[in-house]
């Protein structure tokens, strides 16, 4: 990249204005501040030195989106990634790829919103892929291929909360029965003592749990890729103490688990897993649901998401009066008030009992 003839920032109206030299085309560069227009220059010029050419007037949306996944795949997490390319393939440039990108319109998002919508996807499902636009979109702005975000102004559907599926003490009875003597009860036991998610769960080693002392580090995570990742939030790694029921689950099925190693012999792959597949590698999440309904369905119990286990043990501590504040630390939520938003009816009837108690003393 060769760069020359900037010029001058000039003020013209209410507006700053100045000019970029780029592979011998002119650019131009527009903001409301001398420091707007500064800040703008310098970060066309840093993304040109990567390769980012500022948009020309017959770049079209799949074009730059391609270009787009090829910058950010270094810098954001596999998963996050996937889920990119995923929102970029399958729905945005289907219909929107052949618009030039300077010509993209809120009208264009709005309208794309609402077709998705129609064909049946859920209003989460639409909102994740307008995160996937305004982030794009965000960044030719910000290297100034475009004036501004027009995802900015498009409106994704809101998304209404749904109840929380969680399962009742008894509930909780009932499926560790029917998953009783199974390779998956340590699984679902360690699930409901820690609130893990699933992926921390696959992703778990022997290393990181202390028997004797009863605690579990979750420091990694199985993506939906097959790779091991740290948790997204520094807070997601944390230390979980388990109840002495839940150490005798693990004692077992280590013992089991050294017979299958034994059984497998040089087709053994030493990983070091906890839940692993019957040679050692990392266990199939989609075995591992398909499982998980199979035993809800044994158990006469009604069809709910995996992740219903993480729900289940925080609702459980919060009916025992545990402080929001450590069931935020054992889940690894970033911001307690992630924990009192997702758990907010719960709190509710904590909050209800509390004044029942009171006023008990009172009479």
């Known amino acids: 990249m060769s760069a020359a003839g900037e010029g001058k920032i000039i003020k013209r109206g209410n507006a700053y204005r100045a000019q970029v030299q780029i592979n011998g085309v002119r650019h131009s560069i527009t903001g409301k501040t001398r420091a707007e227009v ?27 989106l391609s270009h787009w996944l090829e910058i950010i795949k270094p810098q954001v997490r596999p998963a996050t990634l996937a889920d990119y390319q995923n929102s970029v393939r399958n729905h945005i440039v ?117 028997l004797q002392r009863g605690v579990v580090q979750i420091t990694r995570q199985l993506t939906r890729q097959g790779t091991f990742s740290e948790p997204k939030t520094s807070s997601g790694k944390r230390s979980v103490h388990v109840p002495v029921s839940t150490v005798e689950l693990l004692r ?46 044994q158990a006469g119990l009604p069809r709910m998401p995996f992740h219903s286990l993480r729900h289940t043990s925080a609702s459980l501590l919060l009916r025992q009066g545990v402080s929001p504040r450590l069931i935020q630390q054992r889940l690894g939520h970033a911001d307690i008030a992630v924990t009192l938003q997702v758990y907010a009816h719960l709190v509710e009837d904590m909050d209800a009992q509390a004044a029942e108690a009171l006023a008990a003393l009172w009479s």
Request: hydrophobic share 40%.
């Open 38 to 64: 500064q800040r703008k220059r310098r970060e066309l010029l840093a993304a040109a030195d990567q390769g980012i050419m500022p948009a020309r007037t017959r770049v079209t949306v799949a074009e730059f």
């Open 94 to 210: 289907p219909a929107l790829g052949t618009i030039k990108l300077t010509k993209l319109e809120p009208a264009h998002l709005q309208e794309l919103y609402s077709q998705l919508l129609a064909k049946g996807l859920s209003a989460k499902t639409v909102r994740n892929i307008h995160g996937t636009i305004h982030k794009a979109i965000k960044d030719a702005a910000r290297w100034g291929m475009l004036p501004r975000n027009v995802a900015d102004i498009a409106r994704p559907p809101k998304v209404s909360r749904q109840e929380l599926q969680c399962l009742t003490p008894e509930q909780v009875r009932l499926l560790m029965q029917a998953c009783a003597g199974t390779r998956y009860e340590p699984l679902l036991g360690l699930a409901i003592a820690t609130g893990a998610r699933q992926g921390e769960l696959l992703g778990l080693r022997w290393a990181d749990i202390d």
């Open 252 to 297: 077992r099925h280590r013992s089991l688990q050294l017979q299958e190693r034994l059984s497998a012999g040089d087709r053994w792959q030493d990983q070091g897993l906890v839940f692993a597949n019957t040679l050692g590698g990392p266990m199939d999440a989609r075995n591992l649901i398909r499982a998980w309904h199979r035993i809800l369905q």
